[in-house]
């Protein structure tokens, strides 16, 4: 019989519409996986194998009475943490939540169920997502199932902050998984494990019940093993909410249904400022590879030019932390989740120690960066200036578009580095989203495609970008890459 883990979820889905194998079958499969990997891999942290069994025990019944199955039926997906999952731990993998249970589901997740979905647990991620290496969980480490062919075993960074869901992906622990991209929080993962994942056009999948870091640019979408998969999961998870005021009232498309990977009369921009000096050579011709891919598929090669690129980066972390400090503001031992009271103390001693006791260093890092940027005197020199230059930057992109269909470009200026490796120099940590900001603070869909493997054997993505509301245009140039690049590495067993 099949690997069942190593379907994705159209199979997945299909195999269980047709009888091929029961959704419990499948639950089964991912349950033992997860099982296995937990103490090497660390990508998940809870897993609640019951509730996956639970939800595919109804789907074996819905389609024993015929009746229909959902979008996603029968396939058991990875939750990263940052969903609020009605009485199942929520903490952001941050200790200031450890042990908080919502009572309310997030309305992405609240789509995914009623779409035929099970939940196989909660994945690790960067603390409050804030970091491009999930080295910043309260919970530990995630480790890459991924290893650099030198014979060394050094462990590697999945990427971050959906670091869970990318190792979860590659390591066969799940068919899918959720993500939240702020500034590269999906991409930039999927990237360094050899997976597929989208940020959507902002407003596309509801905030309401993810965890807030900068609500300007936090924007849920999926993450998974294939350019379909990840069209298919989309359309489970968009759709107006009236709950967020930032929820785009649009109908969502159908996807799938619309994938194609002929590009021709299509026009694909290249930004000459993304060809930075220094570039890393495997990046630079993948890339290149990239290009022809795309002309193969019909496409048509164009020069454009983003001239605000070289201030994504500072305007990025001054308006991310800038909105942070306002939304972790509400974590201060009165109303969620950690209270440390010492002895003797006043309310302001327990608003200290409760923030000094659950934060992490790098949260407690861009509280102080966000409040200095925010406070009277440098409010216009800073923040002000921050939000001018982000509208320069997304009128570069509309400036482009006027040019070009969609916009490619390499998703991370390496491949994945070793855990422990730039942990001491956050700046160099910064610069993995360099890349993957300008998309960010346009709003604008993009997505990473794997397109092969570096000399060390390590994965590498290409990024597309696309006008408003055009995932189609990403989705179907990832399709044609997807389709030429061939990609079927994945990582040696050795969990």
């Known amino acids: 019989m099949t690997d069942l883990t190593e379907l994705g979820v159209a199979d997945i889905r299909d195999g269980v519409a047709k009888g091929d194998f029961t959704a419990v079958e499948v639950a089964e499969a991912f349950n033992a996986n997860v099982a296995a990997a937990q103490d090497a891999l660390n990508a998940f942290i809870v897993a609640t194998p019951e509730a996956a069994i639970a939800s595919a025990q109804a789907i074996d019944a819905k389609r024993a009475k015929g009746e229909a199955l959902g979008k996603m039926g029968g396939v058991p997906i990875g939750m990263k943490d940052l969903f609020a999952t009605f009485d199942v731990q929520t903490t952001a993998a941050s200790h200031m939540l450890e042990g908080f249970k919502p ?36 919970f530990g480490n995630v480790i890459s199932p991924w290893k650099r062919n030198d014979g060394g075993n050094a462990p590697l960074a999945p990427g ?59 924007q849920a979408g999926p993450m998974a093993r294939s350019v379909q998969d990840c069209a298919i999961m989309l359309e489970a998870m968009a759709g107006f909410d009236p709950k967020d005021a930032t929820s785009l009232d649009m109908p969502v498309p159908d996807w799938e249904a619309a994938l194609s990977g002929d590009l021709k009369g299509k026009k694909v921009g290249i930004p000459k400022e993304y060809r930075v000096e ?21 496409a ?68 102080l960066i966000g409040t200095y940027v925010l406070s009277a005197g440098f409010y216009d020199a800073y923040y002000t200036q921050a939000q001018k230059v982000r509208t320069l930057i997304a009128q570069d992109f509309a400036k482009a578009f006027e040019h070009c269909d969609v916009i490619l470009a390499p998703t991370a200026p390496s491949a994945a580095f070793g855990l422990g490796e730039n942990v001491d120099d956050p700046l160099k940590m910064y610069l993995n989203d360099v890349f993957a900001v300008p998309a960010s603070l346009a709003g604008l869909p993009a997505m990473s495609v794997p397109a092969g493997l570096n000399r060390e054997g390590l994965p590498l993505g290409l990024q597309v970008i696309g006008k408003a509301f055009d995932e189609q245009g990403v989705l179907n140039a990832g399709l044609a890459i997807e389709a030429r690049a061939q990609f079927a590495a994945k990582p040696e067993k050795w969990w």
């Open 103 to 138: 009572q309310y589901e997030s309305t992405v997740s609240q789509k995914l169920w009623d779409a035929g979905c099970g939940m196989l647990g909660k994945l690790n991620l960067d603390q409050f997502a804030m970091g491009s290496s999930n080295e910043t969980s309260y």
């Open 160 to 218: 971050g902050s959906s670091g869970g869901s990318s190792a979860a992906l590659a390591a066969r622990l799940c068919p899918a998984a959720t993500g939240t991209d702020t500034g590269g929080s999906i991409r930039q993962p999927a990237a360094f494990t050899g997976t597929t994942g989208i940020k959507p056009t902002y407003g596309r999948c509801s905030r309401w019940g993810v965890v807030a870091f900068a609500s300007s640019l936090d």
């Open 278 to 298: 220094g570039l890393d050579e495997d990046v630079a011709k993948s890339w290149d590879d990239g290009i022809a891919w795309l002309k193969d598929a019909g």
């Open 300 to 367: 048509e090669i164009v020069e454009i030019s983003l001239p605000h690129t070289k201030y994504a980066l500072p305007t990025y972390y001054i308006i991310a932390p800038a909105e942070a400090s306002s939304n972790l503001a509400r974590y201060d031992g009165v109303r969620y989740g950690l209270r440390d009271l010492p002895e003797g103390a006043n309310l302001q001693d327990m608003y200290a120690a409760t923030r000094a006791a659950g934060f992490g260093p790098e949260v407690k890092r861009r509280i």
